[in-house]
């Protein structure tokens, strides 16, 4: 009777060390795909969290979206991070070589898409506002920059109720980006 009384704990003990150990597998797996770099899939779909993603991530994030999703192509040696926000709001930052995703410095060439209706009226309405400059742009666009923030350009083009943003640090590289027809769809 006592040996019988004795394995009950050591059975329990046992069950309860396996499952211990199987939660733990699970929790590693959760993380390992969250966390994994360079990941092609996007891990945030509605969250704000940033993710880095590859080309074929980034078309697949276009893909998904119920609308266009804008950036300037691709950049050797640079990583591409990608935010979505819970608004449809997506956000493509292209960080250098050895530049943390989620880095908090605002110093890096963004492109921003955000859905929003009569996005060209409004950019071409806002051109005339004070503190606005009109910047050309190439695809019959209206692209709008304020004295106030020079370092974003609102672009829009007709036909699209999509408002895209680009930021750069530098206000000449960002009006360039605009001006030199670099700016288009992914995918």
Known sequence: MIEASASKPLKSTRLRVAAAIAVAVAVAFVVWLVARPGDSKPTTSSGTHPVAASVSGLTSMAGSLKHQLYWVGQKPGFTYELTKGKSG?????????????????????????????????????ATKRKGAVAVTTPNGGAAVQYTQRPSSIFVAYPGTNLLIEIFDPSPQTARNVVSSGALRTIG
């Open 89 to 125: 709001n997506v956000w493509v930052r292209y960080l250098p070589s050895g530049t943390q995703i989620g880095d908090t410095r605002a110093n890096f060439l963004t492109v921003g898409t955000y859905p929003e209706k009569n996005a060209f009226e409004s950019v071409q309405a």
